[in-house]
């Protein structure tokens, strides 16, 4: 079996950011951030009742939405 091997950048890309991280970045609340990653669009990832998004998932959307 092979292992798998990744780059720091690719490493970095797959990193993972929580609620609070989101409303910091966004600048609003956490309820606010919660809302927001309960969205159909947001690409949201469950990690038991954890919400999480992946860095470079959450720049794509991000920059591609406009209210």
């Given at each position: 079996?092979?292992?798998?091997?990744?780059t720091p950048?690719e490493?970095?890309l797959m990193?993972?950011?929580?609620?609070k991280?989101?409303?910091?970045?966004?600048?609003c609340?956490?309820?606010?951030?919660?809302q927001?990653m309960?969205?159909?669009?947001?690409?949201l990832?469950k990690c038991?009742k954890?919400?999480?998004?992946?860095t470079?998932?959450f720049?794509?959307?991000?920059s591609?939405r406009?209210?």
């Amino acid at each position: 079996m092979s292992e798998l091997a990744l780059t720091p950048k690719e490493i970095n890309l797959m990193k993972f950011i929580g609620t609070k991280e989101v409303a910091a970045l966004m600048g609003c609340s956490i309820p606010v951030a919660r809302q927001i990653m309960r969205r159909k669009d947001f690409p949201l990832v469950k990690c038991g009742k954890n919400l999480k998004v992946m860095t470079a998932k959450f720049v794509e959307w991000a920059s591609t939405r406009r209210i």
